[in-house]
C-alpha cells in the first residue's frame, strides 16, 4: 500500500506494466472518477449548494427522484458523453439507454450507473454513493441497441463505486482483484490506499432489513432465525446487524470487515424477484465481491450468470463472506 500511487498512475501500471487494461478503458475510468468527485462536492455542500430534497419527477422505476439523483445523473453522462470511449451508457434513472450522439467521439464501451445508491440517506446525511459497471460493446457495425446491453455480469471488463461518507472512496476492480483509492481534497486526486482486499470467508454479521420479515420467503426467515438464536441455536455462535439503507456502504462495510448483505425476494410484490437492480447495482458489486474472495448469488443461482431480459431488471441479492452466502444457498436447497 502507499499513500503516493494516484488512480491514474495505477491504471498507467495496469495497462503498461500488467497489459490488463486497454488505454480506453483506462480512460474510460478516469472520466467516471472525476465525475464522481463532481458529484462528490456536490453532495459536500449539502444544503448549501441546495442539493438536498426530492424534485417533482418520478424515475422509471416509479421512485421518486431526489435532486442528487437528477444532478449525479446528469454530472455522468456529461462526462462521459465526449470522454470518445463510450458507445452508449444506461443508467438507473433513464428509461432509455442514452447512446452517444453522433458527431461525439464513439468508442467500444458500455457504461452502466445508479448515479446515487442510498437515495433515502441523501437528506438525513448518511453515507450514499454511486455505483458503475463497464461492459464491451458486443462487435457489430449497427447502432448500438439496448440488447447489446444483455450480458451477464461475467462480461464485465470493469466495475466499481465512489462512497460519498467521511472519506470519499473509489472502490475498483478490471478483474485483478480490489483496490480502494480515497480523494485527497487538497491535492484533488484518488490516491491507492488499498490493495489486494479480502473478504474474510467466514463471519458474525448479517445486514437485511429485518422489518419486512413477514415477507420473506421460507429459506431466508430460517437462515435470519437461526442466526438469531444465537450460541444457542444452530449456528453455535451469535450475530451483530447492521442495515445502513445504502447498497454501496453495506456492501463497502463488507469489503473491509466481512459480513453477508440480503436483500432477498419478499411477498410484498410477488411479481418482482428483487427490490435491486441486476445491471446497476448486483453485478458490479457482486464481481467486486467475489474479486475480493466473497460469494454473490440470488439465493438459489451465482448473479454473474444470469443473462437479463431487460434493461431495469431486478433480482434477489446474498452477497458477502463466502461460507456465509453458502450457508443461505444451504437453506434454499433445503427446500
Ligand atoms: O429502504 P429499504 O427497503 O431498506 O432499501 C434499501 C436499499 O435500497 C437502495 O437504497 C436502493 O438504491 P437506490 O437508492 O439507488 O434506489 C439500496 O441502496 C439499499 O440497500
Ligand atoms: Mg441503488
Ligand atoms: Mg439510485
Known amino acids: 500500500m502507499s499513500q503516493n500511487i494516484s488512480l491514474t498512475r495505477y491504471l498507467v501500471e495496469q495497462q503498461r506494466v500488467d497489459g490488463l487494461i486497454p488505454s480506453q478503458l483506462r480512460l474510460l475510468i478516469e472520466v467516471v472518477a472525476?465525475?464522481?468527485?463532481?458529484?462528490?462536492?456536490?453532495v459536500n455542500k449539502g444544503a448549501l449548494g441546495g442539493v438536498l430534497g426530492t424534485a417533482d419527477s418520478e424515475n422509471v422505476q416509479g421512485e421518486i427522484q431526489k435532486k442528487l439523483d437528477i444532478i449525479a445523473n446528469e454530472v455522468l453522462i456529461e462526462a462521459n458523453e465526449w470522454g470518445g470511449h463510450l458507445a452508449a451508457m444506461a443508467s438507473e434513472e433513464m428509461e432509455e439507454i442514452h447512446a452517444v450522439p453522433n458527431g461525439y467521439p464513439q468508442g467500444e464501451y458500455l457504461l452502466l450507473f445508479d448515479p446515487l445508491d442510498g437515495s433515502s440517506n441523501i437528506d438525513v446525511n448518511v453515507s450514499i454513493g454511486t455505483i458503475f459497471s463497464v461492459l464491451k460493446k458486443p462487435p457489430s457495425d449497427a447502432a448500438v441497441v439496448e440488447q447489446d446491453f444483455f450480458q451477464p455480469g461475467k462480461n464485465q471488463v470493469a466495475a466499481g463505486y465512489c462512497l460519498y461518507g467521511p472519506q470519499t472512496t473509489l472502490v475498483l476492480t478490471v478483474g485483478n482483484g480490489v483496490a480502494m483509492f480515497t480523494l485527497d481534497r487538497e491535492q484533488g486526486s484518488f490516491f491507492l490506499t488499498q490493495e489486494n482486499v479480502q473478504i474474510p470467508a467466514d463471519t458474525q454479521e448479517f445486514a437485511i432489513n429485518m422489518s419486512n420479515m413477514r415477507h420473506w420467503d421460507t429459506p431466508v426467515k430460517n437462515y435470519i432465525d437461526d442466526c438469531l438464536q444465537?450460541?444457542?441455536?444452530?449456528?453455535?455462535?451469535?450475530?451483530?446487524?447492521?442495515w445502513i439503507a445504502s447498497m454501496v456502504t453495506d456492501v463497502h462495510r463488507i469489503l473491509t470487515r466481512g459480513g453477508i448483505f440480503l436483500y432477498?425476494?419478499?411477498?410484498?410484490?410477488?411479481?418482482?424477484?428483487?427490490?435491486?437492480?441486476?445491471m446497476y447495482e448486483a453485478n458490479p458489486m457482486g464481481w467486486l465481491v467475489e474479486q475480493a474472495g466473497g460469494a454473490a448469488s440470488t439465493g438459489t443461482q451465482r448473479i454473474l450468470d444470469i443473462v437479463p431480459q431487460k434493461l431495469h431488471e431486478r433480482v434477489s441479492v446474498v452477497l458477502g463472506s463466502k461460507n456465509e452466502v453458502e450457508k443461505v444457498g444451504s437453506y434454499f436447497s433445503k427446500l
Open 34 to 42: 472525476r465525475a464522481c468527485k463532481g458529484i462528490s462536492h456536490a
Open 230 to 242: 444465537g450460541t444457542e441455536g444452530p449456528r453455535g455462535k451469535d450475530f451483530n446487524m447492521r
Open 264 to 278: 432477498p425476494w419478499d411477498k410484498r410484490e410477488p411479481g418482482k424477484p428483487g427490490k435491486l437492480r441486476l
